[in-house]
């Protein structure tokens, strides 16, 4: 395969589009970074309009000799880059089918039980307070025990082995950092997986944990 031209089109604060970072990172992948002001409406003018049907990020343009291909929703960008890059893998392979198994459940019940729950656009766009999303909290907290209880004794979400799960996961679950939440007595696994994955270098070379925090902080109300 020639080697692709990926541009990525992103909001830096973004959950979502900080996926699509983590495994660009991950794969060893050269990219061009195009952040849009979301508060200022970039997103809906040309190109990027006519590019996102939906005009949301992360949206990701990959070329090689053909037409290029457009991919938005962040679960389908790091689904696509691991199908098209398989080295190093991010999905265990169906020789390990209870590590695979663990892989794919938590990757459905982010999408059904997890990210239901995420506030970050109520907060950054809306401006909402915490009495406004309290109930909205209680059920992002009321996850936090199956996260735990999946954590225990783990490395990672599907064992020892970094996942596409973990680079769903991970952003949203910065929500209880936010929060102000002790999981550091009250989820130990999962504080320490917290620490695991902010220090690894996919992580940390996009830069987002202290963006993010920065940014949630500045837009919550008083």
């Known amino acids: 395969m020639t080697n692709p031209r990926i541009t990525l089109y992103s909001f830096p604060p973004s959950q979502n589009a900080v996926r699509t970072k983590i495994a660009l990172h991950e794969k060893g992948l050269a990219f061009e970074d195009v952040p849009l002001d979301l508060f200022a409406g970039e997103h809906k003018q040309p190109p990027f309009a006519e590019l996102s049907p939906r005009q949301q990020v992360p949206t990701l ?72 999303l309290a109930d909205r909290i209680d059920a992002l907290l009321a996850e ?26 991970f952003p949203l679950l910065m929500h209880f950092e936010v929060l102000g939440y002790d999981y550091a007595s009250r989820a130990p696994a999962l504080h320490a997986y917290m620490d695991r994955m902010k220090a690894r270098p996919s992580v940390r070379a996009t830069g987002w944990v202290d963006l993010f925090i920065g940014v949630v902080a500045a837009r919550e109300p008083e």
């Open 144 to 169: 936090l025990p199956h996260w735990e209880r999946y954590l225990a004794g783990r490395e990672y979400l599907a064992g020892d082995r970094f996942t596409l799960a973990d680079i769903a996961v």
């Open 61 to 132: 343009v990959y070329e090689t000799d053909g037409e290029p291909i457009v991919v938005y929703e962040s679960l389908a960008t790091i689904r696509f880059l691991d199908d098209m890059h398989p080295e190093p893998s991010l999905m265990p392979p169906v020789s390990e089918p209870r590590a695979r198994a663990d892989a794919l459940m938590r990757l459905e019940e982010f999408q059904a039980k997890l990210d239901p729950k995420n506030i970050f656009g109520s907060v950054v766009f809306r401006r909402l307070g915490r009495e406004a």
